[in-house]
């Protein structure tokens, strides 16, 4: 009696495998992004969008009075790169630079100070952005308590802390050399928020190098574009508003240009404005836009070669 009870089960149990057995590699082979355009769709979302301010520009002026002036749920997604309250004066050597070619100007926030400084700005951020918006925000370990704090202080909800790794490369004999940033993405409905899923598994450790134009003036940091554009894939649709409370090189400005997206940034360094001007003028819009189902990860890619896809 027993046996048979144990036959059947077996059986139960095969048939109700049989109707969903895992194939490995399937599914990134049958994968489609969440949402998608061709860029005629991409360039019209662009184009029809309708704004009641100014947009794609720059304004040097503290972002904490310039944000104050913004319409209230107006904006699609804010990526930042606030300072990190580190004094790099004396320091580029380290950090294979060349102080001839650091933009003048350029101000961090005392360490004492950047608590009181991180709340102010980010208390900002829940009034402008829209229902379904997110924040991306950069910064370094010394005082990301403090943002998280913020956050947390200013009802946006935290949905990844991601880790963007790259060589640092600065040498180090008591400690671990630091060789990553931490990315993070709060929104403020943890409900309702846009999320573009681009890639089949997408993992919350990033790689990418740290850009050095050399013989480039530039501000003291630069995010890679390509760091800066996997935000926006993830995070936005063509037409979309993206604001960057710290503009300074630009970066998220040609990004969002090179996307089909609009974008808005606040800068305090005047010394940066011909260096943002340059690089706004040199990107065609829709430069980097490619329809994500054109540009498959590489686990899709070769799961859709293994399955003739």
Known sequence: ??????????????????????????????????????????????????????????YFNDCISGMKNLPSESIDMIIADPPFGLNFGGMEPLYNRDSNFVAEGYKDIQIENYMDFTDKWISELPRLLKDDAGVWIFSGWTNLVDILNALRDNNLTLINHIIWKYQFGVFTKRKFVTS?????????????????????????????????????????????????????????????????????????????????????????????HDIIKHSKEKTPLGEFYIPYGEKPDDLVRKARKKFNK
């Open 180 to 272: 990553h940033y931490h990315v993070l993405f709060a929104v403020k409905n943890e409900k309702n928020y846009f999320f573009n899923k681009v890639e089949h598994y997408p993992e919350d450790v990033w790689t990418f190098k740290r850009e050095y134009e050399r013989g480039t003036r530039k501000n003291a940091t630069k995010l890679p574009l390509e760091v800066v554009l996997r935000c926006i894939d993830f995070g936005s649709k063509p037409g979309d508003l993206v604001l960057d409370p710290f503009m300074g090189n630009g970066t998220t400005a040609v990004a969002a240009k090179g996307s089909f997206r609009h974008f808005l940034g606040f800068e305090i360094n005047p010394e940066l």
């Open 1 to 58: 009696m027993l046996k048979i009870a144990s036959d059947e089960l077996m059986k139960t149990s095969q048939t109700k495998g049989s109707k969903s057995a895992y194939i490995p590699h399937k599914a990134a082979a049958e994968f489609q992004p969440t949402f998608d355009w061709s860029e005629v769709e991409a360039l019209n979302l662009f184009n029809e969008r309708l704004f009641t301010f100014v947009v794609d520009q720059v």
